[in-house]
């Protein structure tokens, strides 16, 4: 059991989705975040960034939403998923934008292409949350 699920077990108010899940999606959220942090800087650190604005843009939009959703998400419970939910859609649409910016440079930017896998492990993640909270 990660630290963050053991973390959701301990609660004592209790959220609708299942606390696995919570925690992992919080924890692929976070490496998300990080990854994309990182990103902009291996992109702003290239000697041409002019070709690479459009992406650092996209991440740090997409940063500062993954941000807010793993915080929404963390301290989600009850009954009434609509601004998570709301707020899961923001979150898809984001890192769907940010890793198909990215993926284009991915060939020759490995810091593009580690974080196009990782904002699409955070798709599917979201995705599968999504599913959940209509399920």
């Known amino acids: ?37 990182a990103c902009v800087a291996g992109m702003l650190s290239e000697p041409n960034v002019g070709p690479l604005i459009s992406s650092v843009v996209a991440d740090l939009d ?3 939403v993954v941000s807010a959703t793993r ?5 989600h419970a009850g009954p009434d998923s609509s601004v998570l939910s709301a707020q899961l859609e923001a979150c ?5 934008r940010s890793s198909r910016l990215c ?15 990782t904002t699409q492990r955070c798709v599917e993640t979201i995705r599968e949350l999504i599913r959940e909270i209509h399920h």
């Open 92 to 96: 898809l649409l984001a890192c769907e």
């Open 71 to 75: 915080r929404l998400l963390t301290r």
């Open 1 to 37: 059991m990660s630290h963050t699920h053991e973390l959701f077990e301990s609660l004592k108010i209790k959220s609708n989705l299942r606390s696995e899940h919570i925690a992992t999606s919080v924890d692929a959220l976070q490496d998300c975040e990080g990854a994309l942090t």
């Open 103 to 117: 993926g284009a440079h991915a060939e020759h930017h490995e810091h593009c292409r580690i974080c196009t896998e």
């Open 62 to 64: 997409c940063a500062d």
